[in-house]
């Protein structure tokens, strides 16, 4: 039978700027490439980022930001993580970032930044090589 | 401790990677199930169900503030569709549930219907099971957005809330068959629009006809106009749900027995026809044969679907 397993991926947009155009080319795009995409909108917090992470048991989050506030949001998004044992889940960013502050994020663990100008294909094509769906719960070894 | 415990216990992890394995069909969650299963039988589950827009989702969010006013847990599982040419899928149903996202006695999934048709997902019956093991105190089961004939929530809800609006159709989509027939509760949203009380006359209506049918003692479905967004309404359609509950459990005990063996028996078929299907490829694949080499077959015309059926059930289930 066809292999029923799906990547599931949270798009969200922490913060306050509500611009969220390329959040929905960025989740259409995931659909697109046969992802299973939780769109949650504008306005998150990282509590609620990680919250719904957890709940819907994604293999990666995708945050999209070009408020600046990247630097308090994305530390707060793996901390978080962190405390709740589920660093498993991979987290990349995407959007407008100060060059310098690229290797400082990649550092905090962030697995990719994605820059305006990155082409979806380029995405897509990074998500597939990179991100897999997670073992069974049973599988996994280590696991709490 | 292990999983199910955890499970039991309800752990929000746990939960979650179970519903994925659930979803996902790895071999092991079948045994999780199992073991989760003696845990079941506490939650009251409750679908919406209704058209795309209508405002499922909005009415989702508002009913479980009631619920958690009144100190119960809730479980959400909201479908979504499945793209038939990408197998992706966009889900949705949370950006109306925001406000639940920190309330740990809130825990929401989203579903996509991987190819599933019927309004719910194959995995849908199972995950309730989960939730229900879980602890959840009411399950609270969102479909895809329906057109008029996938009433499987009928049968895996203990009360169905079916969501309109005014202006759907004329009063003879009223008196076709299918998904208006399998509301307990009806509900007209976003009735500050033109054309809601007429709406509402014409369910009255069609409930007025079937109870006519029916000798006597059966629910008599209820209309609740609101106003979800707004919050108006919902007090009235949570006191309809209940009083749906009421008469299942307490004057009628033997409805709440049919209910549950409709639901014993979806959840039985599912599972054999799941691991039927599976155990049979299986078979095929051993030896050496394949759905695909089959289908070239029909369509090369050496063969054809119901020859081969025939054959696999022969040499198969002898």
Sequence with gaps: M???????????????????????????????????????????????????????????????????????????????????????????????????????????????????????TDIIEWVGANIKPREGALQKHGYH | MDIIERVVSGDIRSIARVLRDIDDEIPTARGVLRELYPHTGKAYIVGFTGSPGVGKSALVDQIAIHYRKAGKTVGILAVDPTSPFTGGAILGDRIRMQRHFLDPGVFIRSIATRGHFGGLSRSTNDMVNVLDAAGKDVILVETVGVGQDEVEIANSAHTTVLVTIPGMGDDIQAIKAGIMEIGNIFVVNKADREGSRKTVRELMNLIELR???????????????????????????????????????????????????????ILLMGALRDNMFKAILERIEKRGSSLDEMAQKIVDKQSDPYTLVQQILESELK
């Design chain 1, 2 to 120: 066809e292999n029923a397993r799906k990547l599931r991926i949270l798009v969200a947009k922490p913060g306050l700027d509500g611009h969220d155009r390329g959040a929905r080319v960025i989740a259409r795009a995931f659909r697109d490439a046969g992802h299973e995409v939780i769109y949650t909108g504008c306005h998150q917090t990282p509590e609620q980022i990680v919250s719904t992470a957890i709940q819907e048991d994604v293999d990666m989050i995708g945050l999209s930001i070009l408020s600046g506030a990247h630097t308090y949001s994305f530390p707060k998004v793996i901390d978080l993580l962190k405390e709740n044992n589920a660093l498993d889940i991979s987290v990349v960013g995407g959007g407008i970032f100060p060059l310098e502050d690229i290797p400082k994020l990649k550092g905090i663990g962030i697995k990719e930044i994605f820059e305006p100008g990155a082409k979806l």
């Design chain 2, 211 to 265: 109870a006519r049918r029916q000798n006597g003692g059966e629910w008599e479905p209820q209309i609740v106009e609101t106003e979800a967004i707004k919050s108006r309404g919902i007090q009235e359609l949570y006191d309809a749900i209940d009083k749906h509950k009421t008469y299942l459990m307490a004057t009628h005990s033997e409805k709440w027995r049919e209910v549950a063996e409709k639901r014993a028996r």
